[in-house]
Structure formats: structure tokens, C-alpha cells
């Protein structure tokens, strides 16, 4: 977790030096939520020196059962003000044909939890497409988002891709077909905005089963500006942690430099010095000229 935090804690001098507005500050690209109480603590400190009063800071807990009532409080005492709820399905079939470990009732607990004792913006993404999933399990997942109303909802359909678990197993024999599908999606569109909700971001990815898109859905006055930037792509993005990539842009090429960090922890720890004293000069480079 040191080395987390010497990244962090570069990066925020960076920032200082020259003189950047951080828009919005996203952990995740994962799950968190699954370190210890203590290490969660510890990285999200580090990033909340990161993050502007007032503006968005948003943590991803894609799994219930890594979210305790301390990693909560953590987060409101630490400034966050947005949780990402990954759901995919309520119906704990279709959970476990495609691997996940949750059930429908701890997306439930969870969500009454966080409406209960925090003030955060919630975040949902379901998926159409899945394997043996029909119509009325897509009925069913709006039932329960029109009840409980978090804020976001996204809707992605599935993108199954070569050599990915659910390609090589259970996922093209029990896919729905591509009809059935944009149906799902359809009628995601038909429900959520008369249920009060307006589209505001849509993009679109290789290997997806139909010929849709990912849908974004937002209560008016609760647009997620993270996912409308990370959409974009027409501002820097400065990442920490090992996995990640940053990238200075602006017009009109839009992507001038890239750094990626090693996805291997060890690796990432080791070479931090080098991995820091790049950013350094790519930032010199980017910012001075």
C-alpha cells in the first residue's frame, strides 16, 4: 500500500505545480471495496487529497459482500459522494451462470444500507444479453430500479468476447438471440424515462450481441460527469495504482502522450521510481512545452 500512496502523493504534486482543476476523482476499474478495512482506508485517503471540494468523487463497489459498514463511513468521512452498484441481474441464476458471487437479495441489503446512512449518489449497471436471461427477467430488473431509483442506471448489453469465460462455457449455447435482445433494450429505454430518467451518455463496444448500444440513464440533476469524460476522451485522465493509464490530451489531437502502468504488482513496485520519474517528464513535456 506504500507504493499506492508515493503514486498518490506524486501525482498530487504534479497537480500543484501545474496548477490542474481535478474534475472528478474515480476509484475502481475493479473492486475496491475488496481490500481490507484498513488498506481501503489507506488508498482512499491517499485519493481524497486528490479530490476538489464540491466536485465528484465516486468509489466502485461491484461486490456486496466486500462493502462493510466501515468502508461506508470511510468514504463519507473521506468526502465521497457517489457509489457505483453493479448489480448485472436480480435473479441469482443468472448471477451464477455467469460467475458472479453475489445474489440479488445482497444488491438489495446493500442499496437499503447506503440509502439509510449515507447521502451518496448511486450508480447501477445491468446487462441485456446474458445468458438464459428472457424479457421478464429484463422486466424485472426495471421493476426493481423503478422502485428503488438510484440515481444512474446503465444498461450494457453483453460483449462477449473470444476466450473470455463465458465465451468457452456456458455463454453461446444460453445466449438469448440478437432479436430478444434489443427488445431488452428497448423496453429498458420505454420504462426508464417514463419512470423519470433521461439518456445522457451512449457508447458502444467490440464483440457486443446485437446491434445496440450502452445506455446511460440519469434522474434529472444527477448526471454522472465521470462517465460522460471517460466517454469523451477530450481531457487528461491521471491514473494511480499498478493497471492503470494516463493520458495527456488536447485539441485537436486528443491523445499526445500515454503511460501505462504494469498490471504485476511486484513489477509495479519495483520500477515506481522510474514508473513516477516518467510522469514527471511527461507532464513537463505536456504542460512547459
Known sequence: MGAFVNDATQLKGLIETYGLQVATVYMGGGTPTSLGDEDFATALAALAKLHRENSEFTVEAGRPDSVTPHKLATMAKLGVNRISINPQSMHDDILKAVGRGHTAAAIKELYAYVRSYTNFAVNMDFIAGLPYQTLSHMEENLDYVCQARPENVTIHTLALKRGSPLYDGVGREAMPEAA??????????????????????????????????????????????????????????LFVGPGSSSKWMRAPEYRQLQQHMPKDVSVYIDTLSALLEKRSRLCKKFWEG
Open 180 to 237: 430478444a435482445v434489443e427488445e431488452m433494450v428497448a423496453r429498458s429505454k420505454e420504462r426508464l424515462e417514463a419512470a423519470g430518467y433521461v439518456p445522457y451518455y451512449v457508447y458502444r463496444q467490440q464483440y457486443m450481441t446485437s446491434q445496440t448500444e450502452n445506455i446511460g440513464y440519469t434522474l434529472p440533476g444527477y448526471i454522472c460527469e465521470y462517465n460522460i469524460r471517460i466517454m469523451e476522451e477530450r481531457q487528461s485522465i
